[in-house]
């Protein structure tokens, strides 16, 4: 058997009762009289023993109002018991009215017979377990409602960058970096995500996630601007320390952010609307430094769980890197579009390996022969398809292969444009423009249209050849002289005509000892001349040249050049030898004196036998009579032989010689002809050869050949008995020779003899004439298109010979 009472008297009961840890009190009464209470539940009132035996109300008077008493009472009445859990009750406890949650039962006590005699209330006090339940509530939903935002800011973050990405291929690392910081940031949701799990009972890790965020996080308090919260990177973003912001406004944390950001921040505290800043430029102080720098950042309020605001969350992400980025790609973007825009020459940006024309300058479109609106945002290849056969195409996919460029220089190109086919000549080049990446993504082709120049250097070149040609037919020697260093410079002509080596240097000093001693000065005084008076000079002078051959004449002409401060730099010209044509003016100088003196000889005859005609008209003796005549024949005979040469020759000068054709026989002109000379007896004229040879020619200047080369006999062979004649048919020509048996004449003369004035040394001669009638007889010849000739052994005698052609 136990010990331990099994009745309890109703004292030793309430003592049990009060010793217990659970708040306990029994009423009474619809009073509600606290019968008893025990020490936990006067603790939870607040109050001491004195409460009891006092109704309800009396000892707990801020009960009133609340429902309890009531509550109270309809146990007491019903029997029904009622209990709660987390109910609120307002106690004044320390003298403060304050708020308490228990959980309660009141149960209705009931005797043997079923009545209720009184109530058992009992209370656990809950208060700390339901705040903190409520506050793990807010703190969660709080959470929820920033990873809401942080998907949606998320969201537009990538939304923004898209478009970026789609508007600037350009910025494909902008985007890159911008996607890397979207990683980031779903990371960092990621992250936010998963500590969500565990962190919805803490608010300290709540703290340990926006420390750890690796965007900048800054929760500042709605109603004093205090901040709450701020991790690391926002404090690296805004170039603060923690000593700074800690305890402060958000604003006397961030003073120079203040003017712009407060009035949004307060907007956004009223209105509850996010306000989201793209790409913010913000001046920061780093490490003492003040920089520049762009952000992304929300401002998002963060509610109680009754919807107002509590606080406000900055999430903020530095993006200077890519904005400078861009902003740099921007620059250099714009500034090759202006170097295009405003340069001279055609200049076009093809983008991609489709060749699109992405710019072009107003020079190109000239070149192309197109418009802006023809040729811009279309593929090269398509406005101008037949490039297709040209090798520009492949040159272009050879730099985007390579990364190199390609310049090639006066190279044809064929364009149609509507009006037609356009060929240039042009210089261009393909320079490659790189991505970030270092790929080639466009080409800037620079093209000079050269046609024009090309066409022009062309020409210079043929008038260069042109004059070069000239100069050489014309035997010309071109000269120049640099006056520093007096080195002469001549073409190979005025080396042939100085007698010089090809490859010999040479001086003017050293080329003026070749001049006759006495001609020296003149030319010196011309040059001088020249560079003094600027005017170009023509001096005439005797070499002696340097490989000591024959003396010649020169004729110089030159002009000095100047450097721009007017001092002479060089004289350049040209030279000729004139030595022939000075021979020349001899010879016709000396063919004017002989000419006057062939003249003077038979008129002084004529003159002397027509005054002794004169003297003995009246008693003329019959022998001396016919005489006088004979001699005055003879001498008009002379004097109309020369006159008549001198005809020919003027006529010939003039091309005036015109032939009038017949058809005769050789040796019947033969026959009739130099009779004056069969008349004297003293030569025999021979025929020999084909007597029936027939001729088409003008037969008086066959007949002319023919005297002149008789006469010729009979002057310069006069002991030459027999002359004979040839006539020949030697294909289809015929060959009619004049031969005598004479002294003949020295093989170096041969040559010169059909020269106009040439006369060998007729000195020994009476009769010479004015060394014509071989010239004439040439001509007359090579105008029948036949051959003149002679051929004579010293000592032997000369055979003169002409060819015609028959038929
Ligand atoms: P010219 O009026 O002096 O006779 P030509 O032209 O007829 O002129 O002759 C040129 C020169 O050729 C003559 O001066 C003479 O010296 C030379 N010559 C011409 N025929 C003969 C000949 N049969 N024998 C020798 N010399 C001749």
């Not at 350049?572 to 003077?600: C, N, P, V, W």
């Not at 005297?707 to 010729?712: A, S």
Request: hydrophobic residues 40%; negative net charge; aromatic residues 6%.
């Amino acid at each position: 058997m136990s010990n331990y009472p099994s009745h309890f008297s109703n004292a030793q009961l309430l003592e049990i009762l009060a010793q217990t840890k659970t708040a306990t009190a029994i009423h009474s009464t619809d009073e509600m009289i606290i019968e008893t209470a025990n020490d936990a539940m006067i603790s939870i009132w607040g109050k001491d023993r004195d409460v009891i035996g006092k109704p309800i109300e009396d000892a707990l008077p801020e009960l009133k109002g609340q429902p309890f008493l009531g509550m109270l009472q309809s146990v007491l009445h019903t029997g029904e018991t009622i209990s709660g859990s987390d109910t609120m009750a307002e106690l004044i406890v320390d003298g403060i009215k304050q708020q308490f949650y228990f959980d309660f039962e009141y149960r209705a006590i009931k005797n043997n017979a079923g009545d209720v005699i009184c109530v058992l209330h009992t209370a656990t006090d809950v208060t700390e377990r339901y705040l903190s339940r409520q506050r793990e509530l807010e703190l969660e939903s709080e959470l929820q409602a920033t990873n809401e935002e942080l998907a949606s800011t998320n969201e537009e973050l990538a939304a923004a960058n898209e478009e970026l990405g789609a508007s600037n291929e350009e910025l494909a690392s902008t985007i890159e970096e911008l996607t890397v910081t979207n990683e980031e940031l779903a990371e960092s949701k990621d992250i936010l995500q998963s500590l969500n799990y565990s962190l919805t009972e803490s608010e300290a890790r709540f703290r340990s996630v926006v420390t750890q965020a690796p965007v900048g996080i800054c929760i500042v308090s709605a109603h004093d601007h205090v901040i709450q919260e701020v991790n690391n990177a926002y404090l690296e973003l805004t170039g603060k320390q923690m000593g700074e912001v800690e305890n402060r406004t958000i604003w006397q944390a961030i003073p120079e952010a203040a003017a712009a950001y407060a009035p949004i921040m307060n907007d956004v505290i009223d209105t509850g609307i996010p306000f989201y800043a793209n790409e913010a430029e913000l001046k920061v102080m780093r490490h003492g430094v003040t920089e520049q720098a762009f952000v992304n950042f929300v401002y998002e309020p963060l509610r109680f769980a009754d919807g107002t605001i509590s606080a406000v969350m900055i999430i903020a992400i530095d993006v200077t890197e890519q904005v400078l980025t861009r902003q740099r790609i921007e620059q250099s973007e714009n500034r090759l579009k202006s170097m295009v825009m405003t340069a001279p020459i055609g200049m076009t940006v093809l983008k991609s390996r489709d060749l699109m024309i992405e710019m072009a300058n107003q020079p190109m479109y000239e070149i192309w022969g197109r418009s802006p609106q023809q040729a811009l945002g279309k593929k090269l290849l398509k406005v101008f398809p037949e490039l297709h056969d040209q090798p520009f195409p492949k040159m272009l996919q050879q730099v985007f292969d390579s990364g190199n460029r390609v310049a090639v220089p006066e190279i044809p190109v064929k364009i149609n444009t509507p009006l037609g086919e356009l060929n240039y000549i042009v210089d261009f080049a393909y320079d490659p423009l790189f991505d970030l990446n270092g790929n080639v993504e466009a080409i800037l082709a620079t093209v000079i249209n050269i046609t024009e120049q090309i066409s022009a250097r062309n020409e210079l070149q043929k008038a260069k050849d042109i004059l070069k040609q000239a100069i050489d037919s014309a035997e010309i020697g071109t000269w120049s002289v640099n006056i520093a260093t007096d080195e002469l410079v001549l073409s190979d002509q005025a080396r042939k005509i100085h007698g010089l080596a090809a490859d010999s240097n040479f001086t003017l000093r050293q080329s003026l000892k070749m001049v006759l001693p006495q001609h020296i000065e003149k030319v010196q005084n011309a040059i001088q001349h020249a560079i003094d008076t600027k005017q170009s000079f023509d001096v005439e002078y005797i070499i002696t040249p340097f490989d000591n051959s024959k003396q010649k004449w020169l004729k110089a002409t030159g002009k000095a050049y100047y450097d721009d401060d007017n001092n002479a730099e060089s004289i350049a010209g040209t030279m000729i030898d004139i030595t022939e044509s000075k021979a020349y003016d001899q010879q016709r100088d000396d063919f004017i004196s002989i000419a006057s003196h062939e003249l003077k000889t038979p008129i002084t005859s004529l003159k002397a036998a027509l005054q002794l005609l004169d003297r003995m008209k009246d008693n003329p003796p019959p022998n001396i009579l016919s005489k006088l005549i004979d001699q005055s024949n003879r001498s008009m005979d002379k004097i109309s032989t020369l006159i008549e040469d001198l005809l020919n020759l003027s006529r010939m000068n003039e091309g005036q010689l015109k032939l009038e054709k017949t058809t005769f026989t050789v040796a019947d002109m033969l026959n009739e002809c130099c009779n004056h000379v069969r008349v004297t007896g003293k030569h025999e004229l021979v025929l020999q050869g084909d007597k029936k040879l027939q001729i088409y020619a003008d037969e008086h200047r066959i007949d002319q050949v023919v005297v002149n080369m008789v006469n010729n006999a009979v002057k310069y062979a006069p002991n030459s008995k027999q002359i004979f004649f040839n006539i020949a048919k030697k294909g289809n020509w015929a060959k009619i020779s004049v031969r005598d048996t004479g002294p003949g004449i020295a093989p170096e003369k041969l040559s010169h003899l059909f020269e106009r004035y040439y006369r060998t040394d007729a000195s020994g001669y009476q009769n010479s004439g004015l060394g014509l009638g071989l010239f004439i007889s040439a001509e007359i010849i090579r105008k029948h298109g036949g051959e003149i000739g002679v051929d004579s052994e010293f000592g032997k005698g000369s055979t003169f010979w002409f060819t015609l052609p028959l038929l």
